[in-house]
């Protein structure tokens, strides 16, 4: 039983979720006022569009890849949902519809000419801030009604963001982690050449999952606008960061398709949470990107930490 | 074949072409005596993309997955501090630099540190340590609003016979990294390493202390050039470093660098850069908003890295 | 039920060259169903790429590739392989690391998809378990990642005999028993001979040449990328076989050798060095001046050993005890040894550098007149020594690397098997240059799986699976003895 308890395997999985609690405990304890719905729902609100950015963060690290694009492709999709979502519907769904597609395309051209993604995307990452910039110059537009209706539920006992985190968490499992298909997605980042092998176009696990990605950006730049109502092109720029972080706070590893969308979004939720605690502890605010970057950092010692134990073993 | 090798070869030449088409289109549009307005505009802010290039270049050559992310955190970082402790004193001017070179050290080692201890790939490690030092620039550099020491502010927008010194001696700093890159056992070493890690260790390269240098030359100089650059533009700002993270990987990739690593260039990083510029001034001159602008030129980028990419190591 | 002759897979004149390698050079095969086929050949033999021609992962240059009958040559390629029934359990593994046991079941069978696959692709590996190795210990919810490489393979090789919807005709089975131990090898082999009473057929290598014995009912020995003689199973003994395989070399310079051999005891020594698994804990020693010969097959621990005493050279530090400057030689020139975006001269010139530096700076001319020089003690076939390192052959790129290594400060030479590939020309130049610089006082450490080469040592050591089994003096030096130590007495 203790060896079941101390395996490196076990305190891997744990290590998110125990982060997140002991910061939840720690600001519970610092303001125990914030122990209530809506203590909760105001400290929480941002998870959503965080945590699903962080989701399609993860589809491309499954694979062995990494978007430095996902922030301003966010603020592009709040701009186009802000702008013509709101104004000419069928015009709005399309547009959001061709981001999709070009994100899978970007996934296609990655795989066909063996490009670094990091260049890749760093490049796009102009593209869809300059897509943004000019449908929407000067921050503004409205939010569509039904957008901002969704964001504003109120769930009864647990506040909205943590139920739609959550079911957010249980989709993505259910897709990537239950479905037949999705093993061999995983399997695509965990060991390309047996999937080849075995007779799957790594072309297409690989667009799968970039378009993935990119429907849930689209689905963090609604969000987001839900919240704030109007949108800007810039709104989303640390949210490529946020994801790349969440990610990893939720025990996902860089390469080898080993991913927990589970452990994602609570690790979505535990960088909203710094925030908060941050301001409690009456840090200033400089050292809130900080103490994100240092979070991830003693994740990532403990983590490897944990690693050389096993190596051990 | 062999003329397919040449142009492999000498892939950086275009990016001196496309400035000088680039630089020619502008000329023609506005006419007269503006064309070299434009060009000394241009090497006056390319020198600043150069330095932070170099460093760039010199990591990317180590191999696929080197990458400084933290470059604009440390940029930032490096030109609060040297304002901070100069204080607008042309006496404290040796000790400023001394104080920013300092933080390029501090940052370069803990890069290091995380990428050997932590076996973290280097985009995340870098990535983490620019949140802690873009923070630490933050707090320290709060409501910064000195004035670099006259002395450097003089240096850094001096112009000889109507060329911008700075553009000079960092010309001439680009020869001696070429001549680094290519003569001395640092280089050569990079090189090797950047094409096949594994037979560089086994011809007797020291992979380590050379990926140690790698990662700190480049904090070094993105620390020199936040400090130039708060002197060119009359004090540090927080977000001064921002533009220069596309820049610097750009300007590198541009210029005839290998993504995949062991092939590098020194010359094709100022012809990246000036394109990069003239390109800019170029959409500008052409009253091109600045949406389309920040289109081209990540479509550029894009361009270049998939025309360029496939030269994989035969495997 | 009762095993037809019908064939099932049938080469014919099949080639594969790799640059100037013959890998293949025209073979024909034929496997029937029921019937198991043992492969068996040195190192080199060809073997493996002609498994991975069946397996579809290799396309060869000429030939013919008949699966039931109809011939497919011309689209061959793995998922025709699986669609016609022949499956393929490889060396190096193909699962992957980060699914589970049941989803590595899933990614082989595109059909086991929709509401319950998870329960049925376990179910399926489960049941197949069960059936080759009873007592397994093996969950289906168990991470591959997280299994023993004894356990990977056994889900490997179950997974190659589970069937859905596609027919399941042949099984390719390459060194299947690497990796396990005599219990779950022997409970392998006695199901290879059930279900090949079920019609379906299988090719086996393995080093372990009773396994082959025991159930082959053909035995195909391979020599030099052709096949040089096929039997019935029970025409072979363990002695016809090895003498099948090896084969006949002039021994005419014994006297000389022997007369090194006595360096052995006056000489210093400069390597001192165990190896991983030394359960009869004879080490590797070498003296100043001597030519060490590490036999046995390929992969029993001679590369690691070599870079075990590489990596304590350059750490300074290790369990290894060496005590003069090494370069090493690379066999894997690809992953191993050459700059492919370099010149020759700079190939050979990278570990001599510091000899070439002039008040800071590489001198050209310096680096040139090392390359130069060996241009003609090696003497590499090339216009220009500033073209490209691939210009070169094979051989006279592995003559650059052995410039690069003998042309350093290193008074210890590790050679990792570099002669693979290598023609005859250019390895009789290279030994008798390894030869001179003995002489001279340089000790040289020779991992090489071919036999003829051990003849050019001065003392040998053989391995089998990460130990050293065998310590023989020159005088002892037999092909058969060597043989016999690489090769297991049984399973």
């Known amino acids: 039983m203790v060896d079941r308890l101390t395996s490196p395997r076990f305190l891997r999985a744990v290590l998110p979720a125990a982060s997140f609690a002991i910061l939840l405990i720690a600001i519970f304890y610092l303001k125990p006022r914030t122990m209530s719905y809506f203590g909760l729902n105001l400290m929480l609100q941002y998870t959503v569009p965080i945590a699903l950015a962080t989701i399609a963060q993860m589809f491309i690290i499954t694979v062995n890849d990494l978007d430095l694009s996902i922030g301003p492709f966010v603020g592009l999709t709040a701009c186009i949902g802000a702008t013509w979502l709101a104004d000419t519907p069928l015009l709005g769904i399309l547009a959001l519809a061709g981001c999709v597609a070009a994100y899978a395309a970007l996934g296609a051209l990655i795989h066909w000419r063996n490009l670094p993604s990091i260049v890749v995307t760093l490049g796009m990452s102009f593209v869809w801030l300059g897509i943004a910039v000019l449908i929407l110059p000067t921050p503004g537009g409205t939010a569509p009604g039904w957008v901002k209706w969704l964001m504003g539920v109120k769930t009864p006992v647990v506040p909205f963001p943590i139920v739609a985190t959550v079911v957010i968490g249980l989709v993505v499992h259910l897709l990537l982690m239950r479905s037949s298909y999705g093993a061999v997605l995983r399997g695509a980042g965990g060991n390309p050449r047996a999937i080849g092998r075995a007779g799957w176009s790594l072309l297409k696990t690989k667009m799968v999952m970039f378009g993935a990605a990119g429907f849930f950006g689209v689905l963090s730049g609604l969000s987001l606008i839900g919240l704030t109502s109007a949108a800007d092109a810039h709104i989303a720029d640390r949210y490529t960061l946020y994801a790349i972080a969440g990610v990893i706070l939720g025990g996902g590893e860089f390469v080898g398709g080993r991913v927990s969308p589970i452990g994602a979004v609570i690790g979505a939720m535990t960088l909203t949470l710094t925030g908060s605690f941050l301001t409690f502890l009456k840090i200033s605010p400089d050292w809130q990107i900080g103490a994100q970057g240092g979070i991830l950092i003693i994740v990532l010692a403990l983590r490897a930490l944990i690693n050389r134990r096993e190596g051990l073993v | ?315 | ?491």
């Open chain 2, 1 to 315: 074949m062999t003329s397919l090798t040449w142009i492999s070869q000498k892939a950086w030449i275009w990016s001196f072409v496309g400035a000088f088409v680039v630089w020619l289109a502008t000329a023609l549009y506005i006419g007269g005596a503006g064309g070299t307005a434009v060009i000394t505009t241009a090497l006056s802010f390319a020198t600043f993309t150069v330095i932070v290039g170099i460093g760039q270049m010199f990591v990317i050559t180590t191999g696929p997955g080197n990458v400084d992310l933290s470059i604009p955190a440390t940029i930032s970082f490096s030109g609060a501090v040297a304002m901070k402790i100069m204080d607008g004193s042309n006496a404290m001017l040796p000790i400023g630099f001394a104080a920013s070179m300092a933080c390029g050290l501090v940052v370069g080692l803990f890069n290091y540190i995380l990428i050997r201890i932590l076996r973290i790939p280097p985009i995340i490690a870098t990535l983490s340590s620019s949140f802690l030092v873009l923070s630490t620039a933050i707090a320290y550099g709060r409501g910064l609003k000195i004035k670099p020491p006259p002395l450097l502010a003089e240096f850094a927008t001096a112009r000889l016979l109507g060329i911008p010194v700075l553009a000079i001696v960092i010309i001439l700093f680009a020869v001696v990294m070429s001549v680094v890159l290519n003569r001395t056992m640092y280089g050569r070493s990079v090189l090797a390493i950047g094409q096949n890690q594994r037979a560089a260790w086994l011809a007797g390269i020291n992979v380590e202390r050379i990926r140690f240098y790698t990662y700190v030359l480049s904090a070094l100089l993105a620390a020199l050039c936040g400090f130039l650059l708060s002197g060119f533009s009359g004090g540090a700002s927080l977000n001064m470093g921002q533009e220069y993270l596309l820049a610097s990987i750009a300007v590198v990739v541009i210029g005839g660098t290998s993504v995949a690593g062991g092939k590098a260039n020194v010359p094709g990083i100022w012809g990246a850069a000036m394109f990069m510029f003239l390109l800019v001034t170029m959409l500008n001159t052409f009253g091109v908003s600045a949406g389309i602008r920040l289109i081209l030129t990540g479509l550029i980028i894009v361009a270049v890295i998939t025309i360029a990419g496939g030269d994989k190591p035969p495997r």
């Open chain 3, 1 to 491: 039920m009762n095993a037809s002759d019908e064939t099932i897979v049938a080469l014919e004149d099949v080639a594969k060259h790799f640059g100037a390698v013959k890998a293949l050079d025209g073979v024909s095969l034929t496997v029937t169903s029921g019937e198991c086929l043992g492969l068996v050949g040195h190192n080199g033999a060809g073997k493996s790429t002609l498994m991975h021609i069946l397996a579809g992962t290799l396309d060869p240059d000429r030939g013919t590739i008949r699966v039931g009958g109809s011939d497919l040559s011309n689209r061959y390629n793995v998922g025709v392989a699986g669609e016609n029934g022949v499956r393929c359990v490889f060396q190096e593994l193909s699962l992957c690391p980060n699914l589970t046991v049941a989803e590595n079941a899933r990614v082989f069978h595109p059909s086991v998809t929709g509401f319950g696959w998870k329960r049925r692709a376990g179910t399926l590996i489960r049941e197949m378990l069960d059936e080759i190795f009873p007592g397994h210990g093996i969950e289906a919810e168990d991470v591959v990642g997280d299994l023993s490489i004894g356990k990977r393979q056994m889900v490997e090789i179950a997974r190659a005999f589970t069937t859905t919807d596609l027919p399941l005709r042949t099984v390719i089975l390459d060194e299947p028993t690497s990796s396990l131990d005599a219990v779950t090898s022997g409970q392998l082999l006695r199901f290879i001979r059930r279900v090949l009473e079920q019609g379906v057929s299988c090719i086996l290598t393995s080093h372990v040449l009773g396994e082959v014995l025991d159930v082959s009912d053909r035995i195909v020995v391979m020599k030099d990328g052709l096949v040089i003689a096929t039997r019935k199973g029970s025409d072979f003994d363990r002695n016809s076989l090895v003498a099948a395989m090896g084969n006949v070399v002039e021994i005419d310079e014994i006297e000389q050798h022997e007369a090194r051999e006595k360096l052995r005891g006056v000489a210093p020594v400069v390597v001192e060095a165990a190896a991983d698994r030394a359960r009869d804990t004879v080490s590797l020693t070498a003296h100043q001046g001597e030519i060490v010969g590490l036999a046995g097959l390929a992969g029993h621990g001679q590369t690691d050993l070599i870079l075990k005493i590489y990596g304590a050279a350059m750490r300074g530090k290790g369990p290894v005890n060496v005590t003069r400057p090494v370069a090493l030689v690379a066999g894997d020139r690809q992953t191993d040894g050459i700059f492919h975006l370099w010149s020759i001269s700079a190939n050979i010139g990278i570990r001599s550098l510091a000899k070439t530096v002039r008040r800071g700076l590489i001198d050209p001319l310096a680096e040139a007149a090392i390359g130069a020089e060996w241009r003609d003690r090696i003497s590499i076939r090339t216009p220009d020594m500033q073209n490209n390192i691939l210009s070169l052959s094979g051989g006279n790129q592995q003559k650059a690397l052995f410039a690069r290594a003998l042309a350093s400060d290193a008074e210890i030479i590790l050679m990792d098997d570099p002669m693979r590939g290598v023609d005859v020309g250019t390895k009789l130049e290279v030994y008798d240059l390894i030869r001179a610089e003995a002489e001279k006082g340089r000790t040289f450490l020779w991992y090489t799986t071919e036999m003829d080469e051990l003849y050019n040592c001065d003392h040998t050591f053989v391995f089998r699976d990460g130990a050293i089994v065998a310590d023989l003096a020159r005088g002892d030096l037999t092909e058969e003895r060597v043989l016999h130590s690489s090769f297991q007495e049984s399973a």
